[in-house]
């Protein structure tokens, strides 16, 4: 019955593929030509016009897929056309760059979100549109995501089954990277710190977007080996225009244009760029690197035998290495312990260097800790990584301890840095003055408001989100008037030859030096991706063009005069 309903063609009544089963069935008919129709419909439940249908829109399936979420795209139901409605691609991208910052949003936000974005007249977002939306693109309802954190089973059968993989491992093959957010350039909202810039009116005590930063932090469990943490800059904004030789910059540094700041192309540029190669320079052994599964920008790669492993979904963060209540949180309590040390010193040096710290600022055209201003970014990066360098050897074999994921190999080490922690922050109110009512609590707050799940994180991330939202469309030219203007279709072999032309633009060392190297292989993997869709579809009309001319012509009627 199923398939008597499906070859009927009536909408909605047929099974509905999963993007990765449109993917599996375009496959299959370019490398498979003896395969009928017919016969592919069988396999997947679907009639052989359905197939055809697949076949005709296999460009738009395919750069979908290409386009959308790692962890979303193999399961989304949605279907051939590109969107059910006109905004919902502005909502799909909210929605999904909020998930990656692990930021739950309930139905009702959704809802309001879809119509406040909506400009069709009478549309209304009901519960059942929103049910619809959410699985045409594959995300989780708010449901079933609390049906899956409350079911521990399987995480925890898989955890088991992750700690006997890594027992064939040593620990120093065996890494774990997370990234984090850090408000690199807020400081309390305390006078004292800049008395001269309270007096003008500037002010210091407000996050912005262009003042986040997104930094991968990674090491191995043995902790001999820290990776120097990669920086990337939400627009390349932050960065004084006079600094542009990457090579002397403190840390590796990357810009993207995304509200969340790590999409799959900057992750795919550190493992590739960046941690693969520091790690062969140590060993040519296999090497494991652990990544959160909750970010779906993260993905399980291969490269010179070193691997990435996503851990098991929902996982505690008692068992996240990288976890933000312990490394990440000690990093960055250190960096604002340093700025604070920074702005602090300014404060306390007489006038005359105050002013010749001022001129040089004004020189550089970079006013930052010198003329005793919040730092840039290059400032900030410099801060990074001495407090990274704080970061011991025995603080990260702890909290490899604590996940319980690697066998114990020896006893536990004495550790004095969970201690230290607490003596940063008694250090920090020892320095102001006493009469700031509930100082303690405020300097936590400042410490603390940049952790996953903060009011103020979130709150930057929905302006920044919604900045992005209102980017005017570009207006496209009647399709009549385009046509008219560029004359008959050359065909797809001028389009191949322009991207490859684009493609040596982008890969020269001035390019790279000029966009920044996460930009740059995001743009060479898009330019990749559609030279492999036009070619794909290029292929597959030349197979059914021959296809046709081999057909034998039908017979046609004579002309009258030869009855």
Known sequence: MAESASSKGVAGKGKRLTDKERIEILDLLESDLSLTKVELGRRYGISGSAITKLAHNAEAIRSRHADGSVALRDNRQRGTKAIAQPFEEKLYRWLYALEAQRITVPPAQVIDKAMALSTIPGFVASNGWYYRFINRYGFKTASSAKAEATSMDATINALQSLRVKLASFGPEYVYAMDVMDLFYRWLPHYDVLCPMYAASGESFDEPGAKDRTSVFVCSNALGSHKLPPLVVDTGGLSMPTRYSDRKNFPLPYATSGKAWCVDAGVFRYWFEQLFVPEVRKLTTRPVLLLLESSRGQFTELTRENVTTMLLP????????????????????????????????????????????????????????????????????????????????????????????????????????DSQRDIELVDEMVAVFPGNIPDLRGDLQNWLDADAPGSDVLKDVIYEDLDRLLRRPEPIAAPMDARTRALGPWPGVSPILAALAALESLYEHPECKEYLGESVVSEHLQQIDMQRRVLQRTKSMKDRKRRREESLPHPLTEPPADQR
């Not at 700025?339 to 404060?347: P, T, Y």
């Not at 050897?393 to 994921?405: G, K, M, S």
């Open 313 to 416: 979904p929902n996982t505690p963060a008692m068992f996240l290495p990288m976890a933000h209540d312990g490394l990440l949180a000690s990093l960055k309590l250190r960096y604002k312990f340093r700025l604070l040390a920074e702005i602090l010193s300014f404060r306390d040096k007489p006038v005359n260097e105050q002013t010749e710290g001022l001129d040089r600022a004004r020189k550089k055209a970079a006013a930052g800790l010198d003329a005793g201003r919040p730092p840039h970014l290059l400032e900030a990066m410099d801060l990074l990584k001495y407090a990274w360098e704080d970061i011991s050897v025995a603080r990260i074999q702890e909290a490899w301890r604590r996940t319980t994921l690697l066998p114990e190999a020896r006893a536990p080490i004495p550790n004095d």
